[in-house]
């Protein structure tokens, strides 16, 4: 089972590299993906998180545990705790994307960053990806929001870019033009 401490922090080399396609979906890939995603699962159960120590998540990327693989997991509950997005993807790319931008009002959080960034982080608000599923086969998702958010996000982590990296330095707070706040 994952824990906090194997979450890799910020500055380790690994977070800045574009990590390799994978090639081959092998038996140990499917597990560190599955294991990926049962950290976001337990890190959202209160009692499970508070038994192990777990900082909360909705998206982890396999950098984020050191492996130089194109994979992550996302998983988001609805407000009654119940499973609204689940994905766990290898070789995902973006595939198409709207002009309109979004952002998270109170900015964007890492489970590799330890300290708060403040600053708003505009993103695509809405996008289509394919990739394939544990399985190898073909899956398309269409995200808007806060999804979309999340999975750009986690997309950015297997190119080598972490969330501050997209934070305007002299207006941190300033919403592009046009941009609108994720509603949820």
Known sequence: MLTTKD????????LRKKVAEIEKIDDETVSQLKEMREYLVNSQNEETAEKYGLRPGVGLAAPQIGLDKRMLAVY????????EHDYMLINPKVK??????????????????DEDVPGLVHRYQRIKIKALD??????????KGHLAV??????????GIMFYDRIDEDMPMEP?????????
């Not at 988001?76 to 499973?83: F, H, I, K, L, R």
């Open 76 to 83: 988001m509950e609805d407000e009654d705790g119940v499973a």
């Open 150 to 159: 999340v999975i750009q996000h986690e997309l950015d982590h297997l190119d």
């Open 176 to 184: 592009k033009i046009g941009a609108r706040p994720v509603e949820f």
């Open 7 to 14: 979450i890799v922090r910020d500055p380790d080399p690994i």
């Open 96 to 113: 198409s994307h709207s002009v309109t931008e979004t952002y998270l009002p109170g900015g964007e959080g890492c489970l590799s960053v």
């Open 134 to 143: 544990t399985e190898g086969k073909p899956v398309e998702i269409k995200a």
